[in-house]
């Protein structure tokens, strides 16, 4: 998950710092001296996230960024302010301005990446939310959503997992303020109490000073399948920045240390229930009522039309930002035809479908999985460079190779094929849709051949 960043700071040696921080990590960047040329270039190219300086002359950075928000289609760009060290003023006015969050100086690397990689998610979830209620619209079977990453948010439940101490009640009093239900577990074993409920928490708020092991904690999140997808934010002391680290590499979204600031907290907050809130919209539209000629029959999933219909959602923009997006053509095969057998096309659709159930489990919220015909599929992962996407095939190949289906369906055991399409690598002269769709084509007959099936 890449983007392409918009650095904004009126002395050069910053701009160049930066630079060369962020094109270490492959992002691409765009450098602007001025909010004016910030203007200039975000009019211009698509940007997924600015990193802006608050003290410029001419147009300081509060009025830059709140410029950016009274434009309609910049209102879900991430904007995260760099502001002087212990200036608790700018960080207030930070978040009155409608910046997503902020970076003090001199600035951290830890924080930096961190900020960025969360706030990138959000961002990329949300462009994946508009565009699937955009393809639902169209078909007229979802009203066209005009919503906003500034609309006011509901802030949910929150569970925090921290030691009883000064620290956290201030947490618990800061997002209580705005309605927000705080439950408050000091140990394992209290955690263990809260059972099958802990699914229903949009945040998971996990202190590594607690009695037990910290990581240890966060493990058995990241690996429970009623909590891997919630969000997790971590608390810490300046001293446990290495543990810091460790977590954000085991999954954890992003953290805050102490002593606890009110605004820092908000901020952090506020962007993982963003994301919560719109993981279970791409849910809830996923597993919408669709009328059936856009649902495969036999496995439930969106068929060749809707994809067709989702690509042609993608604007030349889309295309041309390239943001990684990648897509695998997954084609099996029975290793002995069932064609002799009177039940044949049932127990091939049983079959189907209980290789799309292996698919989804290895599936993140915002990767969309299309039946194209009898034996093919496709997985549509956004923001995934080619490499990931290579290894996601691996993964399900190794998963469903072995696949016997023989006791449960009545047939042998099964052959698959996968493929991976790089769109970065597309010519300019034919529409974006049309480039994907050929390929497409072209692969689920390159596999069939690999597989021995007569396409």
């Keep these: 998950m890449k983007g392409h960043i918009l650095v904004v700071d009126d002395i050069p040696a910053n701009l ?10 492959n992002f691409r960047v765009t450098l602007a001296e001025s909010g004016k040329k910030a203007l200039e270039i975000l009019a211009d190219q698509a940007i997924d996230l600015i990193l802006l300086d608050v003290m410029m002359p001419e147009m300081d950075g509060f009025e830059l960024c709140q ?11 991430p904007i995260v302010m760099v502001t002087a060290f212990g200036d608790i003023q700018h960080r207030v006015r930070s978040l009155e301005v409608g910046a997503d969050d902020f970076l003090t100086k001199p600035i951290n690397d830890i924080a930096l990446f961190a900020r960025i990689k969360s706030l990138l998610q959000l961002k990329f979830l949300t462009d994946q939310l508009h565009l699937r209620e955009k393809t639902l619209s169209d078909f007229y079977l979802l009203p066209t959503s005009n919503f906003s990453t500034n609309d006011e948010i509901v802030y ?21 303020e705005i309605r927000c239900h705080v439950d408050l577990v000091t140990n394992k074993q209290s955690l263990e109490n809260v059972g099958s409920k802990i699914q229903d928490y949009a ?3 996990l202190s590594l000073s607690t009695t037990e092991n910290g990581l240890e904690l966060l493990s058995i999140l990241r690996s429970d399948e009623l909590t891997r997808r919630i969000p997790v934010l971590l608390t810490a002391d300046e001293s446990q920045l290495n543990k810091v680290v460790i ?8 953290y805050f240390l102490r002593p606890v600031e009110k605004a820092e907290v908000l901020l952090r907050c506020r962007t993982q229930v963003r994301k919560s809130l719109y993981q279970e919209r791409l849910k809830t539209i996923q597993n919408k009522s669709v009328s059936t000629a856009f649902i495969d029959e036999g496995t439930g999933l969106y068929n060749k039309k809707y994809l067709i219909k989702y690509l042609d959602s993608f604007t030349n923009d889309q295309a ?4 990684n997006l990648s897509i695998a053509i997954l084609s099996f095969m029975q290793t002995k035809a069932a064609s002799s057998n009177r039940n044949s096309f049932d127990l091939i659709e049983k079959t189907a479908k209980e290789v799309s159930k292996k698919i989804v489990t290895h599936l993140s919220v915002t990767d969309l999985l299309i039946r194209l015909s009898q034996f093919d599929f496709a997985v549509i992962m956004n923001n995934t460079p080619v490499p990931v996407a290579l290894q996601f095939t691996t993964k399900i190949k190794n998963h469903l190779t072995d696949l016997n289906l023989t006791k449960d369906q009545g047939l042998n055991a099964i052959k698959l094929e996968a493929s991976i399409i790089d769109t970065g690598k597309f010519p300019n002269n034919k529409p974006y849709s049309q480039n994907i769709l050929e390929e497409i084509e072209r692969i689920i007959i390159q596999n069939k051949q690999f597989l021995g099936v007569n396409s």
């Design 67 to 77: 410029r950016i928000r009274k434009q309609k289609k910049l209102q879900n760009l």
């Design 16 to 25: 160049r710092l930066l630079e060369a921080k962020l094109l270490l990590e």
């Design 156 to 176: 949910d439940n929150i569970l925090l997992i921290h030691e009883a101490n000064l620290a956290a009640e201030k947490i618990k009093k800061t997002l209580e």
């Design 320 to 323: 041309e930002s390239k943001r």
């Design 247 to 254: 977590g954000l590499e085991m999954g954890a979204t992003d």
């Design 203 to 205: 945040v998971i708020i």
